[in-house]
């Protein structure tokens, strides 16, 4: 059984950044498109960031397009999601799943930027 675990969140001010990770235990996710999606509080899930078995084109969000990158080191079977010059609206929990998403989802990890 494949098991997510996202790691990397915490808070942060503004305009700072952080570094999320997701790792893959149990099965190598290495053939398969990942990607980061967030819930806020009150809100539905959503997509922020995917990346293809192979690396090349990365997608990304409208909101978080130029800010955030999306990598992966398959000799890990890690994917890491890059965030730079956050906002307060960036605040929520992450998680990291196939895209389309096919895995129970992790416990995710809280990321809160404060204005």
């Known amino acids: 059984q494949v098991q997510l675990v996202e790691s990397g969140g915490g808070l942060v001010q503004a305009g700072g950044s952080l570094r999320l990770s997701c790792a893959a235990s149990?099965?190598?996710?290495?053939?398969?498109?990942m990607a980061w999606f967030r819930q806020a509080p009150g809100k539905e899930r959503e997509f922020v960031a995917g990346?293809?078995?192979?690396?090349?084109?990365?997608n990304y969000a409208d909101s978080v397009k130029g800010r955030f990158t999306i990598s992966r080191d398959l000799t890990k079977n890690t994917v890491y999601l890059q965030m730079n010059s956050l906002k307060p609206e960036d605040t929520a929990v992450y998680y990291c799943?196939?895209?389309?998403?096919?895995?129970?989802w992790g416990q995710g990890t809280q990321v809160t930027v404060s204005s």
């Open positions: 799943n196939t895209h389309p998403p096919s895995l129970g």
């Open positions: 149990g099965r190598t996710f290495g053939y398969y498109t």
């Open positions: 990346i293809s078995w192979s690396g090349h084109n990365p």
